[in-house]
């Protein structure tokens, strides 16, 4: 076997990427920590409540009745039949968790199938369960409570019953909502084309789907029915005497408030920790088994990326260029890893240049960019080391609000997709007003002129109607239109462009192009125009900077990395763009895949994916290799192949 091919295949199997478990992100939340602390110290005192050295929960003694805390042999006092407290606390809580979690199991499992059927099977059967569903929700919950234990008789089963009952819409609803949008999912239909009965896709297709519904909406539910139970008991529904229950022990309570209070506060305060340390760990569980928040530390990103000291120091001597990035080193930690995303990079901007950004997907295009002005979210990004200098300032060691003066204002922002970034709620003219009016002080009417000419200015037709109109009402070009009419609301020095046509046809991909490079021209901005294609590069950039596993491995002027490129990376890249002069039977492609950026080997990025690859090039990091003034490649052949 090459040695080759087997050094990426060792290397995955010994530094396997690890997911951070549910477990890890639900402790990493402070809160449902402490509430999963406190739950299961809780359980395992009901737990061995039987083998403690107790008083019996129902014995009285009238010679000591009403005994406060602390008195001897009984540590919480006594209640006035003389009923040792801290017993009565304990097997009560007994009850009032199994009742608690019964009434839920109960619950979530009638609701859950009524939902899972309603949700699959629709029309009919939805029309039916759900109306009745609706019928049982028109009660309030608590009155239909009471009024089934009226009718069944107070008991704590009967509580049981009546809690469970009033629970189900809760349940046959959330599980409803899911299945309804998981009957439609590709994969249903699959099942049902190759086979499957109903009852079998309803247990391996929906029910695995649904499941972390269910769970979620348990583990929010629970501490509400033991509530509800307790007041219950409270009134007199629930347990009966001589029978502890945390409810039925604060009813007793209540009439001694003023004469003996503790007799009352105790369990109260026993089902307050109770419900609160679960609904914590409840609000915990959704958080951790939700997707969307699975990322790292459930924390909302701050408004800049995180910075390292050494990255916030001012420059010293003169800018080059308009823009200058000098070793800039972006990671992000995640799973207890550390992904090093941007690995070096330096270059420069000059007054009305362009210069152009490619590479592979996952090369470090994006996060170098959004480094620049500080948008990669944090956490898990932080910026390790290097310096953004702008004007003689290091934007990286910049205050919040000297910063968001220079993004939307001088320093301007093009993301890929504009639906996303577009705010949904709001016309496309009141977004360019806000983006307006937040650098200038601008009437709203004297903003509205102003975003409706640079909506023509960017031609977009008919742009005072335009401009009245959502994101969704719009054409994909139109949309990106409007995010070039606001990145150029405010005369920018500098326009980031990120892949600002890859979503695009072509037709409209060339007007977009011709767009930007005619307003670049016009108000003699700086564009930094990230993208995959050779072409693009070709048609509108000065140069061109080719980046690889985060590292810049060449850069020069356009005309001469397309005719001479240095970096076996850069050939392989030109090698890969389709032609129709080409009369070859395939086209080339780049063998293999990049390294991780969360174990990078040594020497050269690109070694493992190289033809002319030797012991030299793994032995130690490659410098750029200065070809002449304006032309650097990362390649110890580098000044061979351009001789």
Not at 373 to 389: D, E, K, R, T
Not at 549 to 559: D, L, Q, R, S
Not at 574 to 589: Q, T
Request: hydrophobic share 45%.
């Amino acid at each position: 076997m090459n040695i080759s091919n087997a050094l990426p295949l060792a290397r995955w199997f010994g530094h396997r990427h690890s997911r951070t478990s549910p477990l890890q992100l639900l402790l990493r939340n402070r809160l449902a920590a402490a509430g999963l602390i406190v739950l299961i110290a809780v359980c395992i005192l009901a737990l061995i409540t039987p083998w403690l050295p107790l008083h019996h929960p129902n014995q009285t003694a009238l010679g000591n009745r009403l005994l406060p805390p602390g008195s001897d042999g009984h540590l919480l006092g006594t209640d006035h039949l003389g009923r040792d407290i801290l017993a009565r606390i304990l097997w009560g809580t007994r009850v009032s968790l199994s009742v608690g979690i019964s009434a839920t199991l109960v619950a979530a499992t009638v609701g859950s199938i009524l939902g899972i059927l309603a949700g699959y099977f629709g029309r009919h059967v939805d029309n039916i369960l759900m109306r009745g569903i609706d019928m049982v929700m028109a009660f309030p919950y608590i009155l239909l409570a009471l009024a089934i234990v009226a009718v069944l008789g107070p008991g704590l089963l009967n509580a049981l019953y009546a809690i469970a009952i009033v629970n189900i819409p809760f349940f046959a609803r959330n599980v409803r909502g899911v299945t309804v949008t998981l009957r439609n999912r590709e994969f249903v239909d699959a099942a049902l084309l190759s086979g499957k009965g109903h009852a079998r896709i309803l247990l391996t297709e929906i029910l695995p789907n649904v499941l972390p519904v269910i769970v979620i909406t348990m583990s929010t539910t629970v501490g509400w029915m033991i509530l509800e139970t307790a007041g219950l008991s409270f009134l007199g529904l629930g347990a009966q005497p001589p029978q502890a229950d945390l409810g039925s022990m604060l009813g007793e309570g209540r009439r001694l408030i003023s004469t003996a209070p503790h007799v009352a506060t105790i369990p109260g305060l026993m089902i307050f920790l109770l419900v609160m340390s679960i609904n914590l760990l409840g609000d915990g569980v959704r958080d951790a088994l939700d997707p969307r928040l699975k990322a790292g530390a459930l924390r909302r990103p701050a408004a800049r990326t995180r910075t390292a000291p050494a990255a916030r120091q001012q420059p010293t001597g003169e800018p080059k260029g308009l823009l200058e990035v000098d070793n800039l080193r972006t990671e992000f930690h995640l799973d207890g890893q550390v992904h090093q995303a941007v690995n070096g990079p330096t270059f420069h901007i000059e007054p009305g240049e362009c210069l152009g950004i490619i590479g592979e997907s996952g090369s470090g295009k994006s996060v170098t960019a959004m480094s620049l002005l500080g948008l990669v979210a944090s956490p898990p990004g932080i910026i390790q080391n290097g310096q953004v200098n702008y004007q003689r300032q290091n934007l990286l060691g910049v205050s919040d609000p000297v910063l968001r003066g220079y993004r939307g204002g001088e320093l301007a922002y093009i993301f890929q997709d504009p639906l996303s970034t577009l705010h949904p709620l709001f016309t496309v003219g009141d977004q360019l007003v806000e983006a307006l009016r937040a650098h200038r002080p601008l009437s709203y009417r004297a903003a509205w002129q102003e975003a409706v000419r640079r909506l023509e200015e960017v031609r977009m037709p008919n742009a005072a109607r335009r401009a009245k109109s959502y994101p969704h009402q719009l054409s994909g070009g139109m949309r990106q239109r409007v995010s070039i009419a606001m990145a150029l609301a405010n005369d920018p020095q500098l326009i980031i462009a990120d892949e600002p046509t890859t979503a695009l046809d072509v037709t409209v991909q060339a007007q977009i192009l011709k767009l930007l490079n005619r307003l670049r021209e016009q108000k003699q901005a700086s564009l930094m125009f990230i993208t995959h294609d050779f072409g693009v590069v070709k048609q509108i950039c000065h140069r061109v900077a080719v980046m690889y596993a985060g590292e810049i491995v060449e850069i020069g002027p356009v005309e001469e990395i397309l005719a001479r490129p240095a970096h076996p990376y850069t050939r392989r890249l030109i090698g890969c763009v389709p032609s129709v002069d080409y009369e070859g039977g395939r086209l080339a492609e780049i063998p293999g895949l990049p390294p991780q950026v969360s174990n990078l080997p040594v020497g050269c990025k690109f070694a493992d994916r190289c033809d002319q690859v030797t012991d030299q090039c793994r032995a130690a990091p490659i410098e750029l290799d200065t070809l002449n003034e304006r032309h650097q490649a990362r390649c110890i052949f580098a000044r061979e192949v351009s001789a």
